[in-house]
């Protein structure tokens, strides 16, 4: 299976069909942790809400019958037998005649099926005078109109927001079961890398695929396992690719996937499980070294060590399976529409993405520029482009000045 | 200074007069931990990267002279010399007519200046045909073309995503120093709730504020404190709201800032420090009872108790200086353009936000409901609103089928 290019598409097909990735599992947390976590199960309102009738508004607690016919020059009379005290059950029971004081949210006591507004009513001791007739169940919440015991009030999959959380903690709860975050191991290879933090030795470069491949795992709601750089030998590499299946639910690695003689990736990672490597390099353009491989049921994704091309190749092809690990939906980058600044060509029927920085001409155009990504703008490529363009396989180029779409590599432009 | 309404462009203006929030302070954290984080100062290379003149393809080290007019049917000849190993510093000088292995990545030896693709070569032994000239840094990236020493490669108050978080690798650092996350308290007050988590006492129903808001703060970049319900009584509440600006750099309480006679929040907020209460009420809906307060250097908000209302406040009015305290630029809601579902109108004179479900029609064409948000709808509100209109000051009522700016409160819609 080795070193047949695959389409994108197929790709894509292959890593949807024989990955399946699906959610991993449940954990309880804490809803004080659960911000932006995705829920387990439907939750189902163990209580009605409101518990009791309750008063909407601050006013008296009256019998509506006893104010009709009121009116501003005919106001009912009734005689007040008490306050209702906000938080507590109500010690008093309404008579015909009677009102009793009350504030937003307290119980409507016993007797009483309505309640008056302040500012409808004037008082002179302990005589009230009712300006306006209110009906039955004015100004009243009724027990349950708000969420019904039994009724489903939150579903499955739903992402936990502020909203969401403030209707759990209605329902009385402090926990809440959420899907477990997939934890993704990643690793950097290759002889001229070493780790940043480290002195750098004569001949290399400080890795940045570990460091800019774990915060995208960050981003794609996964918890990265930072493994660093692996030393460039077989048993280092076997051993390292070992320990990261067995600590993870995914590994990431990169560098090690082109086509030189020390190129040990792809091969020591099919040799240690199955069904081994699935897709070994993708007709695309950057990330064609790209492989991928599940090991039992742990997906591998072994990326290019061109900084821009594996973050490029994380995004099209490994936040999904993350997203859908973590019970998210997997969702496309988001895209804005814009005018080719130059002509982009297409790279030998290969699918290309072009990566570009978007900015305004002085007629307020948004324009999308593309970044140099070859060797020579290895990092700075990073940290300049916005997002990328993609052309077909069947498109030679696209023009300058065309309407362009680009998909957006980071949120905010 | 108490009960006068501002109307909500003076309250806006007197929380960026008084309150002037500005970024807390600097900490310095691991990069692997910097995901979101801001970035508190430029940061300069302290290094040239690449580090050494460094091959961008797999092929022969050569002095490009040696390759001049060489051509398929007229190939230079070239006695190889050697191996450059990858990620260390060459062993080999290259004398005139000597070419040297080399890989991609791997530093350029002493007396060669190009690198001769292998596609264009063919070797026998020693020697070394080349089928192609090549030019004076030919497939070489020399050193500090990406990165000079001594340039700024990120700015501060840049957020840190996968791509920075790729550069600060790549200049070799494991640390960065980030603004401070604010720490935020909140609260909630009302002798009517009570703490999810226990029994629910008859007459109680459970508080949603403290939630949904310690949320908000984790969403807006802060880092909540829940401190919970409060007792209503002033003794539990002063000490509560003591406790709350000793341990944090902001303080957010819900409920008690009504007409009520139990509302004690804002004056005891007002009596614990100068200049005191800076915003009593404001001509908004929902929204009236908003108070705002500075304790020495600590913002106070004492939001309104319905969930909604509360929420709502947060965002449009602490959301923008805890994003301030963060570093961050103060963003505005995202918006998206809708159809209103229904006439919406505006209350008395006040800055109205009308709570709108967002859904598609027939047509397609993305329509804006209204949700209720009386006292009737307190808590399902939170859970269907996806966003609000707003109406101004001077606009009797929004008409249905009217173009509307949905303010969106959650992200994905």
């Given at each position: 299976?080795?070193?047949?290019?695959?389409?994108?598409?197929?790709?894509?097909?292959?890593?949807?069909?024989?990955?399946?990735?699906?959610?991993?599992?449940?954990?309880?947390?804490?809803?004080?942790?659960?911000?932006?976590?995705?829920?387990?199960?439907?939750?189902?309102?163990?209580?009605?809400?409101?518990?009791?009738?309750?008063?909407?508004?601050?006013?008296?607690?009256?019998?509506?019958?006893?104010?009709?016919?009121?009116?501003?020059?005919?106001?009912?009379?009734?005689?007040?037998?008490?306050?209702?005290?906000?938080?507590?059950?109500?010690?008093?029971?309404?008579?015909?005649?009677?009102?009793?004081?009350?504030?937003?949210?307290?119980?409507?006591?016993?007797?009483?099926?309505?309640?008056?507004?302040?500012?409808?009513?004037?008082?002179?001791?302990?005589?009230?005078?009712?300006?306006?007739?209110?009906?039955?169940?004015?100004?009243?919440?009724?027990?349950?109109?708000?969420?019904?015991?039994?009724?489903?009030?939150?579903?499955?999959?739903?992402?936990?927001?502020?909203?969401?959380?403030?209707?759990?903690?209605?329902?009385?709860?402090?926990?809440?079961?959420?899907?477990?975050?997939?934890?993704?191991?990643?690793?950097?290879?290759?002889?001229?890398?070493?780790?940043?933090?480290?002195?750098?030795?004569?001949?290399?470069?400080?890795?940045?695929?570990?460091?800019?491949?774990?915060?995208?795992?960050?981003?794609?709601?996964?918890?990265?396992?930072?493994?660093?750089?692996?030393?460039?030998?077989?048993?280092?590499?076997?051993?390292?690719?070992?320990?990261?299946?067995?600590?993870?639910?995914?590994?990431?690695?990169?560098?090690?996937?082109?086509?030189?003689?020390?190129?040990?990736?792809?091969?020591?990672?099919?040799?240690?499980?199955?069904?081994?490597?699935?897709?070994?390099?993708?007709?695309?353009?950057?990330?064609?070294?790209?492989?991928?491989?599940?090991?039992?049921?742990?997906?591998?994704?072994?990326?290019?060590?061109?900084?821009?091309?594996?973050?490029?190749?994380?995004?099209?092809?490994?936040?999904?399976?993350?997203?859908?690990?973590?019970?998210?939906?997997?969702?496309?980058?988001?895209?804005v529409k814009a005018l080719a600044a130059?002509?982009?060509?297409?790279?030998?029927?290969?699918?290309?993405?072009?990566?570009v920085?978007l900015?305004?001409?002085?007629?307020?155009r948004l324009l999308a520029e593309?970044?140099?990504?070859?060797?020579?703008?290895?990092?700075?490529?990073?940290?300049?482009?916005?997002?990328?363009v993609?052309?077909?396989?069947?498109?030679?180029?696209?023009?300058?000045?065309?309407e362009v779409t680009v998909?957006?590599?980071?949120?905010?432009?």
């Amino acid at each position: 299976m080795f070193r047949k290019l695959m389409t994108f598409d197929e790709a894509k097909r292959v890593i949807a069909e024989k990955l399946k990735p699906e959610a991993l599992g449940e954990k309880e947390i804490s809803l004080l942790e659960a911000y932006n976590r995705v829920l387990r199960e439907n939750v189902v309102s163990a209580l009605d809400i409101p518990p009791f009738n309750r008063s909407t508004v601050d006013g008296f607690a009256v019998k509506a019958e006893d104010t009709f016919g009121a009116e501003e020059n005919q106001p009912a009379k009734l005689k007040l037998c008490g306050i209702v005290n906000l938080g507590e059950p109500p010690k008093i029971r309404l008579a015909t005649g009677e009102a009793a004081e009350i504030v937003t949210g307290a119980p409507i006591p016993e007797g009483a099926d309505a309640v008056v507004m302040v500012e409808d009513t004037d008082r002179e001791d302990a005589e009230l005078r009712v300006y306006r007739a209110v009906t039955k169940d004015g100004n009243v919440m009724k027990k349950g109109t708000d969420i019904k015991k039994g009724e489903t009030v939150l579903k499955a999959g739903q992402v936990l927001g502020a909203s969401e959380i403030g209707v759990l903690a209605a329902l009385g709860l402090t926990k809440v079961k959420v899907f477990k975050v997939p934890v993704v191991a990643v690793l950097s290879t290759g002889g001229e890398v070493t780790e940043p933090g480290k002195e750098l030795p004569a001949g290399k470069i400080y890795d940045i695929n570990a460091y800019s491949l774990s915060t995208a795992v960050r981003e794609s709601g996964g918890k990265p396992v930072y493994l660093g750089v692996v030393p460039d030998d077989k048993a280092a590499l076997r051993k390292a690719l070992e320990h990261a299946l067995a600590s993870a639910d995914m590994v990431l690695t990169s560098g090690g996937v082109s086509v030189g003689p020390r190129d040990l990736t792809p091969q020591i990672v099919d040799s240690l499980g199955k069904p081994g490597v699935l897709i070994s390099g993708i007709a695309v353009k950057p990330g064609k070294p790209t492989t991928v491989a599940l090991i039992g049921r742990k997906p591998v994704f072994s990326l290019p060590g061109h900084p821009t091309s594996a973050l490029l190749m994380f995004h099209l092809l490994a936040r999904p399976v993350i997203q859908l690990m973590s019970g998210r939906p997997a969702t496309e980058a988001k895209t804005v529409k814009a005018l080719a600044a130059a002509r982009m060509f297409q790279a030998k029927g290969r699918r290309t993405f072009v990566m570009v920085k978007l900015k305004r001409d002085r007629l307020d155009r948004l324009l999308a520029e593309p970044v140099e990504t070859g060797a020579s703008g290895a990092i700075t490529t990073l940290a300049k482009a916005d997002g990328f363009v993609e052309i077909p396989e069947n498109q030679q180029f696209v023009d300058a000045d065309e309407e362009v779409t680009v998909a957006l590599l980071k949120e905010a432009v």
